[in-house]
């Protein structure tokens, strides 16, 4: 067989991909494209709620504290409960949507004082 300038077997050397592989290329580059894209939107929402924490956080510290809480989207509420020795305050923050955010437990001992005394 003679070599008429096509390369090998007398196919051309110097084409360009087929259409079927640029189909394959583009659809493997879809779905990795979609993962990630995936992964960063989830980190976003992350990072969006774990802002939303600190800020209920901080709302809770300046209700602890006295100072001026009120304009806030965020709701407390908290329970009492009495033990031999200690007691615990339940505050479950919420933010605006009603959906909980952050339950933080407090204790106190009572130091040898009855429980009709708090």
């Keep these: 067989m003679h070599d008429y300038g096509h390369g090998k077997m007398g196919r051309n050397s110097n084409r360009g991909f087929t259409f079927l592989e640029v189909l394959v290329?583009?659809?493997?580059?879809?779905?990795?494209f979609t993962f990630l894209l995936e992964l960063e939107s989830n980190h976003i929402r992350k990072v969006y709620n774990n802002f939303e924490k600190l800020k209920a956080l901080q709302f809770f510290k300046k209700k602890e504290l006295g100072l001026n809480t009120a304009e806030s989207d965020f709701k407390i509420e908290s329970r009492k409960s009495l033990f031999d020795s200690f007691i615990v305050n339940e505050n479950v923050i919420f933010n605006s949507k009603g959906e909980e955010l952050l339950r933080i437990n407090t204790y106190k001992l009572i130091n040898g004082r009855t429980k009709k005394e708090y």
């Design 25 to 32: 290329a583009l659809v493997i580059f879809s779905i990795v």
